[in-house]
């Protein structure tokens, strides 16, 4: 797949896909300006128009990911992480990025994929 940004999410602890979590893509360069909105599908992906590329262009971005509201969802209590934001850099908007994250009530791993 060339160009785009695509989220993905893990519940490792469930070994499941996190569907129905709310993700944010923001573009930050050159003024801060959302990109997409959502909650994750049955495959624990984003589906917007950004994941083939529309609207992402070189620069910084952020990425959120709502946790808390999604564990509380599934019948946690407190959950430790609420908001975990990733910030990062596109040099080479031809290129894709994928971004799973894998995670726990207590802890997470993000990176870039392929």
Request: aromatic share 10%; hydrophobic share 40%; charged share 15%.
């Amino acid at each position: 797949m060339a160009g785009g940004i695509s989220l993905h999410a893990v519940d490792v602890a469930r070994g499941v896909p996190a569907s129905g979590m709310l993700v944010e893509l923001w573009c930050l360069t050159p003024e801060r300006r959302q990109l997409a909105e959502g909650r994750l599908g049955v495959n624990g992906q984003l589906d917007h128009p950004s994941v083939s590329g529309v609207g992402i262009t070189e620069g910084s971005y952020e990425a959120l990911f709502h946790l808390g509201d999604y564990l509380r969802a599934q019948g946690g209590d407190s959950p430790f992480l609420e908001v975990v934001p990733f910030h990062f850099q596109l040099g080479d908007a031809s290129q894709h990025v994928h971004l799973p994250m894998k995670f726990t009530p207590w802890g997470f791993s993000l990176f870039r994929g392929s």
